[in-house]
C-alpha cells in the first residue's frame, strides 16, 4: 500500500507529536510505502526510519485565500509538483485545518482521501476569531474528502453538527508510545517534590485556550484550606508573563512553581499525584494521555470528560481540591487504549483486513 500524509511541519505541537507515532506505527507495517509532505523544514521531531520525506514550497499566503482559489491556482500546483507526481493508494491530510494541507492532498492522486480533524470546530469557532474568519474560506472543502477521522467523540460531534457531511467516519483516538513513555520517565533529573504535599501538574503550551491561569485562581482558593498543595506548571506560551506576574503579586511561590518547557517532561510526571486541566476545549489531550501512563489520577471540568479516555469530569473542581489527599497510582490500563487505536489504524488502511505488523 502506497500512502501520502501531508502536514503543516514537525515542529513542536500535540499534532505533529502524534502524527509521529502515527508514523512509527506504519514504519513497522510490511507492505506499507509512505510518502510525508511537509510544508516546512523547520521541525523538532525526527521520523522513523524508513518514511520518505518531501518538502513541499507552496507560499503562506495560500492559507489565507478562499479555499478555491488555491485549488485553482497554477503557482499552487507548481509548488506541490512532488506530491502529483506519484499515485497512491490512499492520501490523508493529517493537519485538518491548514489550506494547503487539504488542497494538496485533494489534488493528489489517490484512490482514497482521508482527512483527519484534530480539535472541536464548534470550540475553536467560538473561540478563535482568526479561525472562524479562515474557516469561512475554507469550510466547503471537507466534504470533498472522502473519509474523515475523528481523534475523540465529542471532536466528531461537532464536526457533524457544524457541517453535517455525510462521508464514512472513523474514531481513532492518537497513538501513544506507553512503553517509552515510561522508560524516559525514569531518566535521571534533579527535580524532587516534597512528597510530604500532594502534587498536581499541567503540562501544556501557556496560550489563552489552556486556561491555566484560571486553573492557578482556583489552586490558591483551594489552597487556603489545604495548604498541603503544590501546582507543578510545564511549558511555555504567550501567557506565561501573566501567569507569573499574578503568582508574584499574590505571594503564591509556595503554591505555584513555573518550570518551562522540558524536553522530557515525564520524570516531572511521575513523582506528581495528579494531573489537571481546565482547558477551555481539547481535541485528544495527549498530555493526559501520557500522565494517565504514568498512573496519575486526572482532575478536569464536565465539559472535557468527552476528550479524555476513561475520565470523568467534576462538577465542583475548587470543593475536591480543598479535601484532596494523596491516593495511590492507578492503572488506567493503557495497552487497552493503544490496541484499540491500532485497530482503528487498520481499518482505516484496510477495511476489514486484519494487519499483522
Known sequence: ????????????????????????????????????????????????????????????????????????????????????????????????????????????????????????????????????FLFSMTKKKYSLFDEVVFVTEKVGESYEEILGTKQKSHLIGNLLPIQEIREKAQEPTDFSPDPQRINLITVSRLSFEKNVLSTVKIMAEAYRENPGLRFYILGDGPEEESIRAYVKENQLEDLVSLEGRKSNPYPYMKEMDYYISESLYEGQGLSVLEAQTLGLDIIVPPHLSGYMYRVEGVDHIPGLLSRLKKKPKKDWQMENYVKSCEEGIDQLLFGEEKHED
Open 1 to 132: 500500500m502506497k500512502i501520502a500524509i501531508f502536514q503543516t511541519d514537525l515542529k513542536t505541537g500535540g499534532i505533529q507529536k502524534s502524527l509521529v507515532h502515527f508514523l512509527d506505527h506504519l514504519s513497522r507495517m510490511d507492505r506499507v510505502d509512505v510518502d510525508l509532505f511537509l510544508f516546512s523544514r523547520q521541525r523538532h521531531f525526527d521520523t522513523p526510519e524508513g518514511i520518505h520525506v518531501h518538502y513541499l514550497s507552496a507560499s503562506r499566503l495560500f492559507n489565507d485565500i478562499p479555499f478555491s482559489w488555491t485549488m485553482a491556482s497554477p503557482s499552487f500546483r507548481r509548488a506541490i509538483r512532488p506530491a502529483l507526481d506519484a499515485t497512491y493508494d490512499l492520501a490523508i491530510d493529517y493537519s485538518g485545518f491548514n489550506t494547503s494541507a487539504s488542497a494538496a492532498c485533494l489534488l493528489c492522486r489517490a484512490n482514497r482521501k482521508v482527512i483527519y480533524i484534530h480539535s472541536d470546530i464548534k470550540m475553536r469557532l467560538k473561540f478563535n476569531k482568526k479561525f472562524a
